[in-house]
């Protein structure tokens, strides 16, 4: 069955590290998402890709980055991750033009 | 700028009983409203939505009202079950189609037993 998937579901990281967080499709959407879930603040978007070498930012882009070098794939990257980036990271996708996004099952980022 | 309001942040409802969230939105350039569902440990999924050129959506026990002059929208749920506790997003979505949903910021659902 086609899914969407990220790695690792936990992780624990010290303050300055560089952290890449992986998502990864096997619906051949064009359509890729980045969001963090905080109490309080609901789903916000990080950034978002509609192809393969497209990249947006989104409205809390700050302190992370995203390459698309293929369809089924968008890893994040914290380049120097930082306590105010403790958070849950969802990933998501959707099809070009369709209005549902498929939700990935979250990765736990702990920042010490 | 909160483009998505919702409303209230935290419900209680028994079982059997009406469980009401509401949204506000501010752009009309909104023509598509969706809600998500969120168990506890998963990711959100695509529960129902409607656009603005219907004023009620109903599905199952899930029903969605719209009023456009308003800029409101709100999800009820019938005959509300333990099964139905969950965190709940409104959303919306702009004309251009590109995809982005902006999410209200969730209202935790707890039906008593």
């Known amino acids: ?112 | 700028q909160q483009q998505v309001k919702q409303s209230p942040q935290s419900l209680i409802v028994q079982k059997g009983g009406i469980s009401i969230i509401n949204c506000a939105y501010e752009n009309t350039a909104f023509d598509y409203f969706p809600w998500y569902q969120q168990f506890p440990g998963k990711g959100p999924a695509l529960l129902i939505a409607i656009r603005p050129d219907v004023s009620e959506k109903k599905e199952g026990r899930f029903t969605i009202s719209f009023n456009k002059s308003a800029k409101q929208f709100s999800l009820h749920i019938m005959d509300s079950q333990p099964g139905d506790s969950a965190t709940y997003f409104c959303a919306a979505r702009k004309m251009n189609r590109d995809d982005k949903i902006i999410f209200g910021k969730g209202t935790r659902l707890h039906i008593l037993p």
């Open chain 1, 1 to 112: 069955d086609a899914e969407i998937t990220q790695s690792p579901r936990h992780k624990i990281t010290e303050t300055g590290r560089q952290v890449t967080l992986a998502c990864h499709q096997t619906w051949n959407h064009n359509n890729m998402f980045w969001y963090r879930q905080d109490l309080g603040h609901g789903l916000r978007l990080i950034h978002y890709s509609y192809g393969v070498q497209d990249t947006n930012k989104g409205e809390v882009s700050d302190g992370y980055s995203v390459s698309r070098s293929n369809t089924e794939d968008l890893p994040l990257t914290l380049e120097s991750a930082a306590s105010s980036q403790t958070s849950v990271y969802f990933c998501a996708s959707s099809v070009g033009g369709r209005d549902e996004q498929y939700f990935g099952p979250g990765t736990r980022l702990t920042v010490t």
